[in-house]
Structure formats: structure tokens, C-alpha cells
């Protein structure tokens, strides 16, 4: 029940992902416009969306979650439908936390703030560990144990980053959480309207496998469920290296104060192409860690995961193909990240 719910849910918080793109899109501009009212009043009103978009997740989770893991489990594994609902609803208990952890963490990155990102983050991974332990080891609460962890490390994380960025958040007396006027939520829409798309594709994929996989077994699904999980924890390397570029390439762009200067614009130019050099010297290497990382996960270190001879069988036959695509995944990632860093959503 636990790979289905936690797909199904997971998936939904990642369509989300589109405000945070959203978010580091706008702000990269506006810092190299050098517009410090614009860079709050961004975050603010993102931050306001945050909670309508956090609000629909929780009406169609508490909704329609009954529908949509019947859909993830398929019709041979309706018995696993309540435990899967129970932890998505469990963890849709603090979806505007996530939200505001996405919104807040694209900010800090935008700004080149790693520091207050990594103690959310820590901090989240510290409380979920010990709350796995106690709940699901000590207290036996299984699923609903790892739900209740999950979503108590999403809250605590959430409430950091948002302490940690009261101040820039605040200047000259502005609330920190405001909704955006008519013409400036029809800017975002305009960028954020191609990334949703985009997002949605991509799980389209992932729930379109899923869907598959449950047609064969149990067994296969657990196997599956593992896969994607090492696919998405070793993706983040590339996805670290599109957040890097959606942060620092901006500022290498020509803005409306360049045109008064030539010498300012020739410089930004040559630095674009040292940039562009540089990202792609580093994607072998973050390529090649990630692929042998996941090969070994898959081929020699699948008992991490589970225990089941059938499942462990399934990891080591798909080793290989993870190893490939995940050499791949950062040149990917750098691309889709230059490309929204100068809002070509058509060749993505």
C-alpha cells in the first residue's frame, strides 16, 4: 500500500513543483534588474498561491483520494485501497507546509542562500528518521506511523524556512503572504501555464507505468515502487544542477540597464559562454556518480530496500537501464534549466 500512496501522493506534491520553477524564474529577473520591491512582492504573492493551490490538493485528496488509489492499486489490490488512503490523507494534513518549503527553498536559492535550505532540510530528514523509529519500529503503527512522520518533518521544515526568511519577507511593514492582483497572476500564468505542462507529462509517464505494473503482481509493484524512488533520489543530482543554473544564469542575461552600457553587456556575454562551458564539464561527473551510485543500489544493494528474493531478482535486471539513463539525467536537467532560464519552454 505504502509505493501506491506514496507515488500517488508524491506526484501530486511534484505537479506543484511548477510554482517553485515559477518562483526562481521571476525572482532570477528581477535580482538582475537589480528590483528589490519586485524580489519581495514575488515571493509574497507565491507564497499566497501557495495556499490556493495547497487548499485544491487537500479538497481532491479528501475528495476524491478513494478514486484515485483504487486507480494507483488497480482492481486485483482494492484490500490495499484504505492503508493507501489513510497515508495520503495523512500527509495532505501539512501540504501547505510543502508548499511553503518549495516557494520558500526556490527564494533561498535564488538569492544563493544554500545554508538556510540545508538546515530545513536536515532538520525534516532528522525528525523523520526518529519519528520512523518510534512510530513505525517502537509503537507499530506501520504505514500511518511513516505517514505521521513524513508530514511532521514537511510542517517543521516548512516553519524554518519561513522563520529563517521573515525579515525579507517583511520590509517596510509588508504582510508576508499576500495574493497576487489580477495582472501580475496572469504573469505567472503565462510562465507557470508551460511548466505545469511540462511536470504533468512527465507523471503522466511515471502513473501510466504504476497503472501497468498493477496488472501484473504484488511483487512487481514493490519492485517498481523501488525503482522509482532510486530513479527520483538519484535524480536529484541533476535536478541540482537545473536549480544552479535557474539561479545564477539570469544574472548573466542582458537586462534593460545593459543597454547604457556596452562594456557591462560584452562582459555578461562572455561570462554566459564560460557558464555554459562549465555546466557542461560538470554534468559528465555529476552523471557518472549518480548512474554507478544507482547501478550499485539496484544490482548489489537492493536488501536496503526490501527482502523479498523476487523483488531483489527485479532490481538487479533493470540495474543497467538505471545506470544509463541517470548518466544522462544531468545533461537533461542543465538544458531544461537554460532553457527556462530564458523561458524557451518550446524546445522543452
Given at each position: 500500500?505504502?509505493?501506491?500512496?506514496?507515488?500517488?501522493?508524491?506526484?501530486?506534491?511534484?505537479?506543484?513543483?511548477?510554482?517553485?520553477?515559477?518562483?526562481?524564474?521571476?525572482?532570477g529577473t528581477?535580482?538582475?534588474?537589480?528590483?528589490?520591491?519586485?524580489?519581495?512582492?514575488?515571493?509574497?504573492?507565491?507564497?499566497?498561491?501557495?495556499?490556493?493551490?495547497?487548499?485544491?490538493?487537500?479538497?481532491?485528496?479528501?475528495?476524491?483520494?478513494h478514486?484515485?488509489?483504487k486507480?494507483?492499486?488497480?482492481?486485483?489490490?482494492?484490500?490495499?485501497?484504505?492503508?493507501?488512503?489513510?497515508?495520503a490523507?495523512?500527509?495532505?494534513?501539512?501540504?501547505?507546509?510543502?508548499?511553503?518549503?518549495?516557494v520558500?527553498?526556490?527564494?533561498?536559492?535564488?538569492?544563493?542562500?544554500?545554508?538556510?535550505?540545508?538546515?530545513?532540510?536536515?532538520?525534516?530528514?532528522?525528525?523523520?528518521?526518529?519519528?520512523?523509529?518510534?512510530?513505525?519500529?517502537?509503537?507499530?503503527?506501520?504505514?500511518?506511523?511513516?505517514?505521521?512522520?513524513?508530514?511532521?518533518?514537511?510542517?517543521?521544515?516548512?516553519?524554518?524556512?519561513?522563520?529563517?526568511?521573515?525579515?525579507?519577507?517583511?520590509?517596510?511593514?509588508?504582510?508576508?503572504?499576500?495574493?497576487?492582483?489580477?495582472?501580475?497572476?496572469?504573469k505567472?500564468?503565462?510562465?507557470?501555464?508551460?511548466?505545469?505542462?511540462?511536470?504533468?507529462?512527465?507523471?503522466?509517464?511515471h502513473?501510466?507505468?504504476?497503472?501497468?505494473?498493477?496488472?501484473?503482481?504484488?511483487?512487481?509493484?514493490?519492485?517498481?515502487?523501488?525503482?522509482?524512488?532510486?530513479?527520483?533520489?538519484?535524480?536529484?543530482?541533476?535536478?541540482?544542477?537545473?536549480?544552479?543554473?535557474?539561479?545564477?544564469?539570469?544574472?548573466?542575461?542582458?537586462?534593460?540597464?545593459?543597454?547604457?552600457?556596452?562594456?557591462?553587456a560584452?562582459?555578461?556575454?562572455?561570462?554566459?559562454?564560460?557558464?555554459?562551458?562549465?555546466?557542461?564539464?560538470?554534468?559528465?561527473?555529476?552523471?557518472?556518480?549518480?548512474?554507478?551510485?544507482?547501478?550499485?543500489?539496484?544490482?548489489?544493494?537492493?536488501?536496503?530496500?526490501?527482502?523479498?528474493?523476487?523483488?531483489l531478482?527485479g532490481?538487479?535486471?533493470?540495474?543497467?537501464?538505471?545506470?544509463?539513463?541517470?548518466?544522462?539525467?544531468?545533461?537533461?536537467?542543465?538544458?531544461?534549466?537554460?532553457?527556462?532560464?530564458?523561458?524557451?519552454?518550446t524546445?522543452?
Amino acid at each position: 500500500a505504502l509505493g501506491p500512496a506514496s507515488i500517488g501522493f508524491d506526484s501530486l506534491l511534484y505537479i506543484c513543483y511548477f510554482l517553485a520553477i515559477a518562483t526562481t524564474n521571476q525572482l532570477g529577473t528581477a535580482i538582475a534588474n537589480n528590483d528589490e520591491e519586485e524580489q519581495q512582492k514575488i515571493t509574497s504573492n507565491n507564497l499566497g498561491v501557495g495556499i490556493v493551490v495547497g487548499l485544491s490538493v487537500m479538497g481532491l485528496i479528501y475528495g476524491q483520494g478513494h478514486q484515485i488509489m483504487k486507480f494507483l492499486v488497480g482492481a486485483d489490490n482494492v484490500n490495499l485501497i484504505p492503508s493507501a488512503l489513510s497515508y495520503a490523507q495523512i500527509r495532505c494534513s501539512t501540504v501547505l507546509a510543502s508548499l511553503f518549503l518549495m516557494v520558500t527553498q526556490a527564494a533561498s536559492f535564488s538569492y544563493l542562500d544554500t545554508a538556510t535550505p540545508v538546515i530545513a532540510v536536515l532538520t525534516a530528514t532528522l525528525i523523520n528518521c526518529i519519528g520512523d523509529y518510534i512510530l513505525c519500529i517502537v509503537c507499530n503503527f506501520g504505514i500511518k506511523g511513516a505517514a505521521f512522520a513524513t508530514a511532521l518533518g514537511q510542517l517543521v521544515a516548512g516553519l524554518v524556512m519561513l522563520v529563517r526568511m521573515r525579515k525579507s519577507l517583511t520590509k517596510g511593514n509588508k504582510p508576508m503572504i499576500t495574493f497576487p492582483a489580477p495582472k501580475e497572476l496572469i504573469k505567472l500564468v503565462k510562465l507557470a501555464g508551460p511548466i505545469l505542462f511540462l511536470i504533468v507529462g512527465e507523471l503522466a509517464c511515471h502513473m501510466i507505468m504504476t497503472k501497468r505494473v498493477t496488472t501484473f503482481s504484488v511483487l512487481d509493484l514493490a519492485a517498481h515502487s523501488v525503482l522509482l524512488r532510486i530513479y527520483i533520489f538519484f535524480g536529484i543530482f541533476g535536478e541540482s544542477l537545473s536549480q544552479t543554473v535557474q539561479s545564477f544564469f539570469p544574472r548573466l542575461l542582458p537586462n534593460k540597464d545593459d543597454e547604457i552600457s556596452v562594456k557591462i553587456a560584452e562582459k555578461k556575454k562572455s561570462l554566459n559562454k564560460i557558464f555554459r562551458s562549465k555546466l557542461w564539464n560538470l554534468s559528465f561527473p555529476i552523471g557518472l556518480l549518480g548512474s554507478v551510485l544507482a547501478f550499485i543500489a539496484c544490482a548489489y544493494k537492493g536488501n536496503f530496500f526490501v527482502s523479498d528474493p523476487q523483488v531483489l531478482s527485479g532490481l538487479k535486471v533493470a540495474a543497467p537501464f538505471m545506470g544509463s539513463v541517470l548518466m544522462l539525467n544531468p545533461y537533461n536537467m542543465m538544458s531544461d534549466g537554460l532553457a527556462m532560464s530564458q523561458r524557451q519552454f518550446t524546445s522543452i
